[in-house]
């Protein structure tokens, strides 16, 4: 069983730039696709970055460009570099598995203020 530690959230002004940090704990971390999720109020969660085991990575239309996934194997660990902030990427961040419904982390709160 992965168990998953967000963190890095918090606030900023639009333009600005935060790093989120997911550490993961289990062995099956190196060989599965991670993902960056995020859900703001009264919305649902919503899929905005994903990196594979080899380092490939894709993005959600609203945030290309302006986030990069990345990964260190070695200490388990994905992050989520957020650059160009603006108020609409205000909401709960989360890292998971992509397509696993269990196991989701406490989240970590990113704020963009106007």
């Known amino acids: 069983q992965v168990q998953l530690v967000e963190s890095g959230g918090g606030l900023v002004q639009a333009g600005g730039s935060l790093r989120l940090s997911c550490a993961a704990s289990g062995s099956i971390f190196k060989t599965n696709a991670m993902g960056w999720f995020r859900q703001a109020p009264g919305k649902q969660r919503e899929l905005v970055a994903v990196i594979t085991s080899g380092g490939s990575t894709n993005y959600a239309d609203s945030v290309k460009g302006r986030f990069t996934i990345s990964r260190d194997n070695a200490k388990n660990t994905v992050f989520l570099q957020m650059n160009s902030l603006r108020p609409e990427d205000t909401a709960v961040y989360y890292c998971?598995?992509?397509?696993?419904?269990?196991?989701w982390g406490q989240g970590t709160q990113v704020t963009v203020s106007p």
């Open positions: 998971n598995i992509p397509g696993r419904s269990t196991g």
